[in-house]
């Protein structure tokens, strides 16, 4: 797929399949982040991406709490990919930086036969204890970093919908 293809044709998915993702396909996704611009190039964007199914439930769990449903956020999407931003860094770029990382492994999981849908609250979710735990069992300190968002990634289940009527006067070209 080229990559405006890719771009134009890329939708967000809420019906996935229970199939897994292999690792390959996961780390082809994050590289794509981690390779997306960052402000003076501090890369400040970190990439977790979660399979293990109760810790999967769990922040689902979280999620639902936050928005207030009681249905899945995820949409069953067997991975979700958390991406954070250190704030270590005196740079006010942060979240620019991680959603520019989101965007790009969005592109990325398209182009490879994935889909993938923006869930957002991860800056909520970095209050609660599991997401704390989850760093520190990772050896990062989570007070480093602000919650940008998470993808819902798997497989779509269903055919992917067409993009909405763009409105109109937003595109100008000034000569
Ligand atoms: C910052 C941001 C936050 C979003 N949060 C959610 C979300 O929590 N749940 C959800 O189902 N979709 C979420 N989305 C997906 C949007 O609803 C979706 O991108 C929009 O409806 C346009 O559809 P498209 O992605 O298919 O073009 C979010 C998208 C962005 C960019």
Redesign the pocket.
């Known amino acids: 797929m080229d990559a405006l293809t890719c771009l134009m044709t890329r ?2 998915v ?1 019906k996935y399949k229970d199939t897994p993702v292999s690792d390959d396909l996961i780390e082809q996704i994050i590289d794509a982040g981690l390779y997306a611009a960052s402000g003076m190039g501090m890369q400040t964007p970190t990439v977790i991406a979660i399979t293990n199914k109760s810790l999967r439930n769990e922040i689902a769990k979280i999620n639902a709490e936050i928005l207030g449903v009681s249905s899945d ?1 995820f949409y069953g999407a067997p991975v979700i990919l958390m991406v954070v931003s250190s704030i270590k860094e005196q740079q006010k770029t942060n979240v620019e930086d991680g959603s520019l990382c989101l965007g790009n492994m969005m592109l990325a999981a398209h182009a490879l036969g994935l889909a993938t ?5 991860c800056r909520e979710g970095m209050e609660y204890p599991c997401y704390q735990e989850l760093f520190k069992s990772l050896s990062l300190d989570p007070k480093s970093f602000v919650g940008v ?1 998470h993808l819902a990634l798997g497989y779509a289940d269903g055919s992917i ?1 067409n ?2 009527v763009r409105k109109n006067d937003r595109k100008f070209i000034v000569h």
Do not use: T
């Not at 849908?117 to 609250?121: D, F, V």
């Open positions: 939708r967000s809420r956020p849908c923006w869930i957002n609250r968002g919908s993009a909405a």
